[in-house]
């Protein structure tokens, strides 16, 4: 079965800084989605950045990218220039290969981001 | 371009009750699916609707079924609520034919007392 683990339950930035989101997964598939979603206080999950596994580009998405590591199955979120609107929940997802249709998302805990000025 | 939306946006219910949550998929998609999001946690997958018929369930129990209708939106039913049920209902809408990427509504928050 495959399982997202998130271990920074909260963490906090200064507002302009970078800041970096961890997130592990374990499966057996070949190929998958993994995602980012923001989850802010008015609860409304948004997409924030998409990486296919057989992609080895990492994605960006303006201040956003990830730093995917297969071989070792990492998946960090690297938010540039951090601003106030990016305080929220943050939750790491996968997905397997959606060939048959099969596309259910299995998240992280998520990690807790305070942005300060 | 209108996205997920779901209702009612809050609702509060006692055990043994029964509920119906509302969700209508982004314009273009014709999956739906729910999650159910407790507090301080992580959501988990309930099932998803594709063509009006149940494509997956996660590991929730009977009292939870659905129902898409022809125009893709879809209907979360609970059944004999427990007080374990209060959490925030999400649902998702996607491409059949193309979509392992989901995009949610702003969910129902249900609070069993």
């Known amino acids: 079965a495959q399982t997202v683990t998130q271990s920074q339950p909260e963490m906090s930035v200064q507002e302009a800084e970078t800041v970096t989101l961890s997130c592990t997964y374990d499966?057996?598939?070949?190929?998958?989605?993994l995602f980012w979603y923001k989850q802010p206080p008015s609860r409304q999950m948004i997409l924030v950045i998409r990486?296919?596994?057989?992609?080895?580009q990492n994605a960006t998405e303006n201040r956003f990218s990830v730093n995917f590591q297969k071989a070792a199955k990492s998946f960090s979120l690297k938010i540039s220039d951090s601003q106030l609107g990016d305080t929220a929940m943050y939750f790491c997802?996968?997905?397997?290969?959606?060939?048959?249709?099969?596309?259910?998302?299995?998240f992280g805990a998520g990690t807790r981001l305070a942005v300060h000025p | 371009d209108a996205g997920v939306t779901q209702s009612p946006t809050h609702l509060i219910k006692t055990r043994g009750q029964q509920v119906t949550l509302r969700c209508s998929p982004k314009?273009?998609?014709?999956?739906v699916s729910w999650y159910q999001q407790a507090l301080g946690q992580g959501p988990q997958f309930i099932f998803q609707?594709?063509?009006?018929?149940?494509?997956q369930r996660g590991n929730f129990p009977d009292r939870f079924s659905g129902h898409q209708f022809p125009n893709y939106s879809s209907e979360l039913n609970v059944n004999a609520l427990l007080l374990g049920d209060s959490a925030l209902y999400l649902c998702?809408?996607?491409?059949?034919?193309?979509?392992?990427?989901?995009?949610f509504g702003p969910g129902t928050r249900l609070l069993v007392l």
């Open positions: 998702a809408s996607s491409s059949g034919q193309t979509g392992e990427t989901q995009y």
């Open positions: 499966t057996s598939e070949s190929n998958y989605y």
């Open positions: 990486q296919e596994a057989y992609k080895q």
């Open positions: 997802a996968f997905t397997k290969d959606f060939s048959g249709g099969y596309n259910k998302l299995i």
């Open positions: 314009s273009g998609h014709d999956t």
């Open positions: 609707y594709y063509e009006e018929e149940e494509r």
